[in-house]
């Protein structure tokens, strides 16, 4: 047999194949999925690629196909398909369209920056001004892009796990809210009113972490993980933790409106412990979902992860320091907010191009 045949009869073979494995991947629970894969890790051991299928091997894939397809449509933890919505998966990944993925990441991140410059060369403002609300609006440009990312592709997830996303897009929602409000501050030069010389409303970057977390532990419910990470128990105990900690630990001494700067503390700090917890909630979403959830929920723990420390680091500054505006606060932005907003956007990204298309 020639090479063209014999490539000719690997083509259904290796077609077959490749459906029934994108098939397990688009399955959400790791748990219920691999043990119906062991069949095609069994058959793909020992197949030869320049071969066709044995009768046997063939029937088997077929009926793990329908197997699959069943399981997707009427089983499925997270995923809401119709056989024609699946079918048009099916589609889409034999060929390959995934352009429009790229474009959307290349889109945020040009109006992102293009935003930024416009910002840095208006005429109104000096430099330094202009430098310090070209930050903002970066950072802000990037939760919005982000937010965008992960709305629009909960299309084929049942309405609990829309309901989760939702949640989570409303925390990024509102730390970009708490990212806008600098700009305004910076505008109307506030900075120096006791209600913003601390940092301004960290507490509405707090509620945004809440959100998130509310998001993933409706997630982790519907996956059925049991874990300490999801102890409303362990969640107020922490809180009430910090809070006293944070109260009763030694301010500056140059700062007279204590009571403003505890807020600032204690709200940076309990976002913290919500980024902390979320970050618990997604490892062990990680080790229960599938091949296709796998990198945008490792994006977003590493998100979670980060805002935690950074979290940690706006507490060190605000107890050395004190006061944090102005241009001062934009560089601790710009150095705990840009990696994590970054990281973020790719997580979105990662999330719509694998499980939205």
Not at 99 to 111: K, M, P
Not at 191 to 202: A, R, T, V
Request: proline share 3%; with cysteine; glycine share 8%.
């Amino acid at each position: 047999m020639n090479d063209e045949s014999a490539g000719a009869t690997h083509a259904p073979s290796q077609q077959l194949i490749d459906r029934v494995v994108y098939l397990g991947q688009l399955a959400s629970d790791s748990r219920a999925i691999d043990p119906m894969m062991d069949t095609v890790r069994m058959i793909t051991a020992r197949w030869q690629p320049a071969q066709p299928l044995a009768d046997a091997d063939k029937a088997a894939l077929e009926k793990l196909e329908i197997d699959l397809k069943d399981y997707l449509l009427n089983r499925d933890p997270l995923r809401y398909f119709t056989e024609e919505t699946l079918a048009e998966r099916l589609r889409t990944q034999q060929t390959g369209e995934t352009g429009a993925d790229e474009r959307n990441l290349a889109t945020i991140l040009l109006l992102s920056v293009g935003a930024a410059i416009l910002s840095l060369i208006m005429p109104f403002f000096t430099l330094s001004f202009r430098a310090v609300l070209a930050v903002y609006i970066f950072l802000m440009a990037l939760g919005i892009g982000t937010a965008w990312l992960y709305l629009s592709a909960l299309h084929n997830f049942k309405r609990e796990l829309r309901w989760a996303f939702v949640c989570m897009c409303l925390g990024i929602i509102l730390i970009n809210i708490c990212i806008a409000q600098y700009i305004i501050v910076q505008i109307m030069e506030l900075g120096g009113h006791p209600l913003f010389k601390f940092g301004g409303l960290i507490w509405i970057v707090t509620s945004g972490f809440v959100w998130i977390y509310a998001g993933l532990y409706v997630y982790a419910g519907m996956l059925k993980l049991d874990t300490r990470f999801k102890s409303l128990r362990a969640v107020y105990l922490g809180v009430a933790a910090v809070t006293a900690f944070l109260v009763l630990v030694p301010h500056p001494a140059a700062v007279v409106e204590e009571g403003y700067l505890d807020v600032s503390l204690v709200s940076v700090g309990l976002a913290g412990i919500f980024g902390v917890f979320g970050a618990g909630l997604l490892r062990r979403i990680m080790q229960n979902v599938t091949v296709l959830y796998a990198k945008s929920t490792r994006l977003l723990y590493y998100y979670l992860s980060l805002a935690a420390m950074a979290a940690v680091a706006v507490v060190g500054v605000l107890l050395v320091v004190g006061e944090l505006q102005g241009p001062r606060l934009a560089l601790v932005m710009a150095l705990t907010v840009f990696v994590p907003q970054t990281v973020l956007l790719i997580a979105g990204y990662s999330f719509k191009k694998e499980t939205g298309r």
